[in-house]
């Protein structure tokens, strides 16, 4: 078992800077990929941002790329998002996951196994 504790939520103006971490605690001895994922209410929770087991490869989704930078210190067992530049439509609940794939893409969600409690960003324009 995997726990995850986020942090660094808030609000922000457009155009403002947020940093978020997830900290991971318990079984974390075999890293995998971890990830960002945003939701608004109603609709289904997104790929943001995900890292590769190793670090070795990320992935961000078109509407964040240049903006946001994802980076996991595996000795802290802490994963940070860095978000610049942001916009109204960045505003959602976004979920730190964790037990992701070896393989593949990364950025499905049902391929993750951990979720951290949430954490909101608000974008105020």
């Known amino acids: 078992q995997v726990q995850l504790v986020e942090s660094g939520g808030g609000l922000v103006q457009v155009g403002g800077s947020l940093t978020l971490s997830c900290a991971a605690s318990?079984?974390?001895?075999?890293?995998?990929?971890m990830g960002w994922f945003r939701q608004v209410p109603g609709k289904e929770r997104n790929f943001v941002a995900v890292?590769?087991?190793?670090?070795?490869?990320?992935a961000y989704s078109d509407s964040v790329k240049g903006r946001f930078t994802i980076s996991r210190d595996s000795a802290k067992n802490t994963m940070y998002h860095q978000m610049n530049s942001l916009k109204p439509d960045d505003t959602a609940v976004y979920y730190c996951?964790?037990?992701?794939?070896?393989?593949?893409?990364?950025?499905?969600?049902?391929?993750?196994?951990?979720w951290g409690q949430g954490t909101q960003v608000t974008v105020s324009s």
């Open positions: 996951a964790a037990g992701g794939p070896y393989r593949g893409t990364l950025v499905k969600s049902s391929e993750y196994v951990y």
């Open positions: 318990g079984d974390t001895y075999n890293p995998r990929a």
């Open positions: 890292v590769s087991w190793n670090g070795g490869r990320i």
